[in-house]
C-alpha cells in the first residue's frame, strides 16, 4: 500500500506544473479567469465552446494582447467557474480547465475526455544557460540559425504532458512523415533547395500541433523558436521561444474536420479562390521576352491544350538573374509593350501573374528610391541594413512599417492597373535575414516567421481597398499560422525533379491542409535539376489532378510545359489537364467548403477512421474532399500497388468502374494511363466538357455522375457555382448552390436535385446528363417530377436527360 501511495505521489509530482509556482488568488473579470501565482499571473478565456485561450504574464513583464494569428472575436460563451479547497474548474460547454492548487497544475478536457496538460509551465533559462546547453547540442538539434547572435539568445518554454500513444502533426511544411512524434523543430523559415524525402526545416514554420486525441494546441507567438515533440521520450510537448508572448490556444473537435474548421475559425478562412486559379499554369524559370510569352500561350492555343495564366519569373524585370532584383518594373528592352501584351492574353483568356520579392538590390533601379523614402529594414543606428547573398548585396522591405506597406502596395497598384491579374510573391522567408536587422515591429529574429504572412495581408488589404471586387492570387513560399486568412496560396518550394521529390509531396500538402492552408501544392514535375524522366513527368501530372493547384513550373534546363514536350509525352500531359478541367465543377465546390468550413481540399485517411492505428502515420493514399479516394505513384515503372480502402464506403474505380469492397486492403494493378483513382458509394460528381479556359466555363449542359451503391441507401452530394470572379460573391448573395440527394430502397432509387438561388444571382436553365453508375440491370422505368422519360443504357451505366429551369427542383425515380 505505501508503494502505492509512493507512486502516486510522485506521478502527480511529474505531472505537475513548476514546483516553485505558488497559487495566491483568482477572480472571474469579464468572462475571463485571471489567477494569481507566485511568479506572474494566468489569464484564461474562451473563444467558443470548443477553444480556450491561456497567457501567462511573468512577473514584471508588460501584457501583450496583439496576436499576428487570431482573427476571432470571443463569442458569447457561457463560463462556469466553480472553487473547491484544492482546485478550481471552469466550464464551457465543451471544454473544461481545472486547476489544481498544490502541487500548480493545469488541465484541459473536452465532453470529460482529457485532452493535455501544463507540466513544468512557463520556465525561463538565462542567457548562460541557453548558450551552453545549445551549443552542447549537435549541429542537427542547434536552437538558433546560423546567423543568430547567441549573446542575444534566450530561451522561454512551455511544456505540457503526452499519452503515450498520440501521434502529433503540424510545425509548418516538414518533410518527416506523418507522424512527426519524437522530433524537434525549429520554428524559422527557410528555404531548402532541391530536397528530396527528407525535409526537417522548410518554408512554413507553424506553432501549431495537432493530436490523434483530435485536438490541436496553437502557440499564439511570432517569434523564432521550437517545437519538441517528445523527442526525449518523455511524453512531453515543449514550445520554446526567444521571446514574445506566453498564449496559446486549446481547440477542441467532435472530428478532424470539426477540428479543423474550429482552427480556421480561429485564424481565419480562406478567400474562396478565382475560378481560374484551379486552371492549369503555364510557368517556368523564366520567360525572357515579351515575344517568349506570346509564342507560348499561342501554342497551347494551337495544340488546344487547356491553359489560364502565364506565370513571368524574374526576368520581367531584368535581363539577368543577378543584380536586378528590386526593379519592380518592366525590362523595356525585352517586354516593349507589357500592356498590350497583357491586354491580348487577357483577349484570350489568360491571366498574367508576375513573381515579386521583398529584396531591393543596391544595384536596382529603386534602391535610391526606397532609402530615401526610409522604406527599408535598419540598423541600430536607423539606416538602411545592407548585407550580400546570392542575388546581390541588397536591403530589404520592412512590411511591417507603414510607409513600406505603402511603398510596396503602390507597386502593385500600378501593375494591377496594367491588367496584372496575380502575383508571385518569392523568397518571402525571408531568404536571408540576418539577426542584426530591425524593423518596425522588432527585431529580425521577433518578425521573422511573419515576415512572409504580413507580406500578403498588405496585397490582401490593398485589394480590398483599391480593387475590391476583384478576387487576389496571392501564390507565397512562406507564411505564419492564419495565413490562409490573407488569401495566401502556398507551395513546397524548390523541390528537386526526383523521384524522391515526388514522394514527399502528399505528405507536405496533407499536413499543411490540417493546419488551414488548404492550397499547398509542388511545382508539378518537379523544380530543381536538369533531371530529365518523362514518366516522372506524367506521374506527378497525373498527381496534380487531384491536388490543389495545377502549376507544372521548372528551371530551364528540362521544359516544364507540355507544349514543349515530344509529341507523346504531349498527348499523356494533354489528358491530364483536360480531365482537371472536367473536374471543375468539384473542384469549385471543394473550394467554396473550404472558403465555407476551412475543410481541407486533400484529407488524410484518419479523417474517416480516427480510431484506424494503421492509418496515423499513412499518406500513401488520401481523399480528395469528400468523395474521392488517390493513390499517387510515386515510384518508377510500378505495376501494382497495395492501396486500403476506407471502411465507411464501398469504392469504385474512377476509369474502369471496378467495385472495391469498403475495410479491405487489395493489390491493384496499376496503369500507366492514370494513378489509382477510386469514387465513394453514393457520391455525386459533377463534370463539365474540356474548354480552352475557365473563361468558357457554363453550367448550361454539364454531366452529374451518381455512383449507386446498394449498400448507401442515403448520400448527398453539392454543386457551388458563381461568376468565379467576384469577391465574397457568397457573401453578397450572387450565388447558387445545386443539392443533390439520394435515398435508395430494395426496388426503388429516389434522387433530387433543389437549389438555392442567391438573391443576387441569376440562375440559368442547365441540362444535366445524369449518369448513374453500377447498374446491373435495365429499369423498370424512370420518372422526373413523375413524368416518364426515355434513358439510355450502356454497360452498368444508366444515362437520363433532367433539365433545371432556374432553379426548379427535380425528383428522379428510378424503379427497377
Not at 479543423?260 to 523564366?286: C, E, H
Amino acid at each position: 500500500m505505501k508503494k502505492i501511495i509512493l507512486f502516486l505521489l510522485v506521478s502527480s509530482i511529474s505531472l505537475a506544473q513548476n514546483a516553485n509556482r505558488k497559487f495566491e488568488s483568482y477572480k472571474l473579470v469579464k468572462n475571463t479567469l485571471e489567477i494569481k501565482t507566485s511568479d506572474g499571473q494566468y489569464f484564461i478565456k474562451p473563444y467558443s465552446d470548443k477553444i480556450i485561450e491561456t497567457t501567462f504574464l511573468p512577473t514584471g513583464e508588460k501584457s501583450n494582447p496583439n496576436s499576428h494569428a487570431v482573427v476571432l472575436t470571443p463569442e458569447k460563451v457561457t463560463f462556469k467557474v466553480k472553487q473547491t479547497q484544492n482546485s478550481i474548474e471552469c466550464t464551457t460547454n465543451g471544454i473544461t480547465v481545472s486547476i489544481q492548487k498544490a502541487p500548480f497544475k493545469i488541465s484541459y478536457s473536452y465532453k470529460n475526455k482529457p485532452l493535455l496538460s501544463e507540466k513544468n509551465g512557463y520556465t525561463k533559462k538565462d542567457k548562460e544557460e541557453t548558450a551552453t546547453k545549445k551549443y552542447s547540442s549537435n549541429k542537427e538539434t542547434k536552437a538558433v540559425p546560423d546567423n543568430q547572435n547567441l549573446n542575444t539568445f534566450s530561451e522561454e518554454t512551455l511544456d505540457f504532458n503526452l499519452d503515450s500513444n498520440e501521434a502529433l502533426y503540424g510545425a509548418g511544411a516538414r518533410a518527416l512523415g506523418m507522424n512527426r512524434r519524437g522530433n524537434r523543430l525549429q520554428l524559422y523559415n527557410q528555404a531548402d533547395y532541391g530536397y528530396q524525402i527528407y525535409s526537417k526545416k522548410m518554408n512554413f514554420s507553424i506553432p501549431l500541433v495537432l493530436s490523434s486525441k483530435i485536438y490541436a494546441v496553437h502557440f499564439d507567438n511570432g517569434a523564432i523558436g521550437y517545437l519538441d515533440l517528445d523527442s526525449k521520450k518523455d511524453n512531453t510537448l515543449v514550445y520554446e521561444t526567444i521571446s514574445g508572448r506566453k498564449t496559446y490556444q486549446v481547440i477542441a473537435g467532435d472530428s478532424w474536420t470539426d477540428l479543423i474548421s474550429n482552427y480556421t475559425t480561429l485564424t481565419g478562412k480562406q478567400p474562396l479562390v478565382p475560378r481560374w486559379a484551379l486552371g492549369n499554369f503555364s510557368s517556368r524559370f523564366g520567360y525572357h521576352t515579351q515575344d517568349e510569352v506570346t509564342k507560348t500561350i499561342d501554342k497551347y492555343i494551337k495544340d488546344e491544350i487547356p491553359v489560364d495564366a502565364i506565370i513571368l519569373d524574374l526576368y520581367w524585370f531584368g535581363k539577368t538573374v543577378q543584380g536586378t532584383m528590386g526593379n519592380l518594373d518592366w525590362d523595356k528592352d525585352n517586354f516593349s509593350d507589357p500592356k498590350k501584351m497583357i491586354t491580348d492574353l487577357n483577349n484570350k483568356g489568360v491571366k498574367t501573374v508576375l513573381i515579386t520579392e521583398p529584396f531591393i538590390l543596391t544595384t536596382s533601379s529603386k534602391w535610391q528610391e526606397a532609402v530615401d523614402k526610409k522604406v527599408l529594414a535598419t540598423d541600430k543606428a536607423g539606416n538602411p541594413f545592407k548585407y550580400d547573398f546570392y542575388f546581390g548585396n541588397t536591403g530589404l522591405v520592412d512590411v511591417f512599417k507603414p510607409e513600406g506597406k505603402t511603398w510596396f502596395w503602390n507597386i502593385y497598384k500600378d501593375l494591377i492597373n496594367q491588367g496584372v491579374g496575380g502575383w508571385w510573391g518569392d523568397l518571402g522567408e525571408p531568404e536571408v535575414f540576418p539577426s542584426a536587422a530591425f524593423t518596425a515591429q522588432g527585431s529580425a529574429d521577433e518578425v521573422h516567421n511573419i515576415y512572409g504572412h504580413t507580406w500578403a495581408k498588405i496585397i490582401r488589404d490593398g485589394y480590398a481597398n483599391d480593387f475590391p471586387n476583384v478576387r487576389p492570387f496571392i501564390l507565397m513560399r512562406a507564411g505564419y499560422s492564419g495565413s490562409q486568412n490573407y488569401g495566401m496560396i502556398p507551395w513546397s518550394g524548390d523541390v528537386s525533379r526526383s523521384w524522391g521529390g515526388l514522394q514527399s509531396q502528399p505528405e507536405i500538402a496533407l499536413q499543411m491542409g490540417m493546419q488551414g492552408m488548404a492550397y499547398m501544392h509542388s511545382d508539378l514535375g518537379g523544380f530543381a535539376g536538369d533531371y530529365f524522366d518523362n514518366e516522372l513527368y506524367i506521374r506527378w501530372l497525373q498527381y496534380g489532378v487531384f491536388q490543389p493547384v495545377y502549376r507544372p513550373h521548372a528551371q530551364e534546363d528540362v521544359a516544364s510545359e507540355p507544349v514543349y514536350k515530344d509529341i507523346v509525352t504531349k498527348a499523356k500531359a494533354k489528358k491530364q489537364i483536360e480531365l482537371r478541367y472536367q473536374m471543375l465543377p468539384y473542384n469549385y465546390t471543394l473550394a467554396f467548403e473550404n472558403n465555407n468550413k476551412g475543410l481541407p481540399l486533400m484529407r488524410p485517411l484518419f479523417f474517416e477512421e480516427p480510431e484506424n492505428e494503421k492509418l496515423l502515420n499513412s499518406c500513401d493514399s488520401y481523399l480528395w474532399g469528400n468523395d474521392f479516394l488517390v493513390t499517387p505513384i510515386t515510384k518508377a515503372a510500378l505495376t501494382s500497388t497495395s492501396i486500403y480502402f476506407p471502411k465507411s464506403s464501398n469504392w469504385y474505380d474512377f476509369y474502369t468502374g471496378e467495385k472495391h469492397e469498403a475495410g479491405l486492403t487489395e493489390t491493384v494493378t496499376v496503369s500507366a494511363d492514370n494513378i489509382p483513382v477510386f469514387v465513394r458509394g453514393g457520391a455525386f460528381i459533377p463534370m463539365i466538357k474540356t474548354i480552352q479556359n475557365t473563361t468558357k466555363y457554363s453550367l448550361a449542359d454539364f454531366d452529374l455522375h451518381f455512383y449507386y451503391d446498394e449498400k448507401t441507401t442515403n448520400s448527398f452530394g453539392k454543386l457551388y457555382n458563381d461568376d468565379g470572379l467576384t469577391s465574397n460573391a457568397y457573401e453578397k448573395g450572387a450565388y447558387e448552390i445545386l443539392n443533390f440527394t439520394n435515398n435508395t430502397a430494395a426496388k426503388l432509387i429516389t434522387l433530387k436535385v433543389s437549389t438555392i438561388v442567391g438573391k443576387s444571382f441569376t440562375s440559368i436553365n442547365k441540362k444535366i446528363n445524369l449518369i448513374v453508375h453500377n447498374m446491373d440491370k435495365k429499369p423498370i422505368k424512370i420518372t422526373v417530377n413523375g413524368v416518364n422519360v426515355d434513358f439510355k443504357t450502356n454497360t452498368n451505366t444508366l444515362e437520363i436527360p433532367v433539365v433545371i429551369e432556374k432553379g426548379m427542383d427535380k425528383e428522379i425515380k428510378i424503379q427497377l
